[in-house]
C-alpha cells in the first residue's frame, strides 16, 4: 500500500495560509464572547477518536462545577484544533508549544493556559529505525528520510534538536529529509522500506516494538527529560470576558492531570472506557488499554517558561519567527490556575 508523503515547503505554506485567516477571523470572534455580560458555561471543543482528553476526564470527574462540555467534532491535527480556538469555531484548543508560538506570531490574540500532553518514561515518542539499520548515529541520518506526523512541529522539532545536539551543522541537517507519513502507516513504510527512520508513539509503537525487528535510535524523553510538550490555548478576548469560566475549566483540567497521576492504571482505563463508551460516537476502545499517562511534566500542569523557551529558540534559529519577538510569559499565564492554592 502506497504511503502518503509531503514536502516541509507545501506544509510550512499551508500552515502560513491557516495563520493568516486565524489571524483575521480572530477579530469576529464567533464562539469567544458571551454577548450578552454573562459568561459563557458552554465550551465548545474538538475531541480525539477512541481517546479521552483532560477536558472530557475533568467534565466526568465532576470537576468543572457548572462549566459543561459541547463536542463539535474531532481534530486532525494540534494546528488545526488551535486554529479552530483562535477563529472562534470552539473554545479551546491543544497543540504542540511551537505550534502555539506559530500561532501568536501570526498574530492571533491567544494565550496558554495549561499544560495538554508530554513525555515521560510511559508516553514519549521513539525514533525507530530497523534492527539491523547501519544508522547508529546522528550523521548517519544525512541523505535519509524521516517519517513523521506532520512537517514544522513537535516531532520535527525533536528532530532538529537531536541533530544539532550531536554536532551536525545547518547544512548537514539540511540533507535529512523529514516526510509526512500517517502514523497508522508509519511502522509499514520503514519495514517496506520507503523510509529509514519512523516516528512511533502510543498503541502504534507498543505493537511495533512487540512484533520485532526494530530498534530506537532515540526518544524524545532520552533528549529532553520529562517535559510538557503542547499546551491548551484560548483566545485573549475570551479569557478577559469569561475570567471565571476560564479558572474553573483550567482548574478542573489540573485536577484530572493530578487525579491521572494518583489512580491505579487499570481504574484510570476503565474510567477513560467508561467515557468512550457512554458518548455513543461509535468508536473502538481497544487503544485505551495502552494508556499509561499525558505525559505532563508539572503539577497540575502548571507552564514553567522553560517549555516555550526552547521551541522559541528552534523556531528563531530557523528564521521562522523573529529572534526575540517574544518572552516566554508573553505566551501563556498560569493566573487561572487554582490547582494546590488556598
Not at 512511533?200 to 511495533?208: C, Q, S, Y
Not at 503542547?230 to 471565571?244: A, C, L, S, V
Request: hydrophobic content about 40%.
Amino acid at each position: 500500500m502506497p504511503t502518503a508523503l509531503a514536502s516541509t515547503s507545501t506544509s510550512r505554506r499551508q500552515f502560513l495560509t491557516l495563520l493568516g485567516i486565524s489571524a483575521a477571523a480572530v477579530s469576529c470572534g464567533t464562539a469567544n464572547g458571551s454577548g450578552s455580560g454573562s459568561q459563557v458555561k458552554t465550551l465548545k471543543y474538538q475531541g480525539s477518536v477512541g481517546a479521552v482528553t483532560l477536558p472530557e476526564l475533568a467534565a466526568d470527574l465532576g470537576y468543572f462545577e457548572d462549566v459543561t462540555l459541547e463536542w463539535i467534532g474531532n481534530t486532525t491535527s494540534g494546528p488545526q484544533d488551535i486554529q479552530a480556538a483562535a477563529t472562534g469555531q470552539t473554545h479551546f484548543g491543544s497543540a504542540f508549544n511551537g505550534a502555539v508560538i506559530k500561532l501568536a506570531a501570526g498574530k492571533a490574540p491567544i494565550k496558554a493556559v495549561i499544560s495538554s500532553y508530554g513525555s515521560d518514561r510511559h508516553s514519549y515518542a521513539g525514533y525507530f529505525v530497523l534492527e539491523d539499520s547501519p544508522i547508529r548515529s546522528a550523521r548517519d541520518l544525512i541523505g535519509k528520510k524521516v517519517g513523521m506526523n506532520t512537517l514544522g512541529a513537535h516531532y520535527q522539532a525533536l528532530l532538529d534538536t537531536y541533530l544539532s545536539r550531536n554536532g551536525l551543522s545547518k547544512d548537514d541537517a539540511a540533507k535529512v529529509e523529514a516526510l509526512v507519513v500517517p502514523p497508522v502507516n508509519t511502522e509499514q513504510a520503514l519495514r517496506a522500506g520507503q523510509i529509514e527512520v519512523g516516528v512511533l508513539t502510543g498503541i502504534l509503537r507498543d505493537k511495533a516494538v512487540a512484533s520485532g525487528g526494530i530498534r530506537p535510535l532515540f526518544t524524545d524523553v532520552e533528549l529532553l527529560g520529562p517535559f510538557s510538550a503542547g499546551t491548551y490555548i484560548m483566545t485573549e478576548r475570551f479569557i478577559k470576558q469569561n475570567p471565571d469560566t476560564v479558572r474553573t475549566f483550567v482548574t478542573g483540567v489540573a485536577k484530572a492531570i493530578e487525579w491521572s497521576r494518583t489512580t491505579p492504571r487499570e481504574e484510570a482505563v476503565a474510567r477513560m472506557t467508561a467515557i468512550v463508551k457512554k458518548r455513543g460516537r461509535n468508536e473502538d476502545t481497544a487503544a485505551l488499554q495502552y494508556w499509561r499517562s499525558y505525559g505532563i511534566a508539572e503539577t497540575g500542569g502548571r507552564i514553567p517558561d522553560k517549555e516555550f523557551q526552547l521551541w522559541l529558540d528552534w523556531l528563531g534559529g530557523r528564521g521562522e519567527i523573529e529572534k526575540d519577538r517574544f518572552t516566554p510569559s508573553d505566551l501563556y499565564t498560569n493566573e487561572f490556575n487554582g490547582y494546590g492554592k488556598a
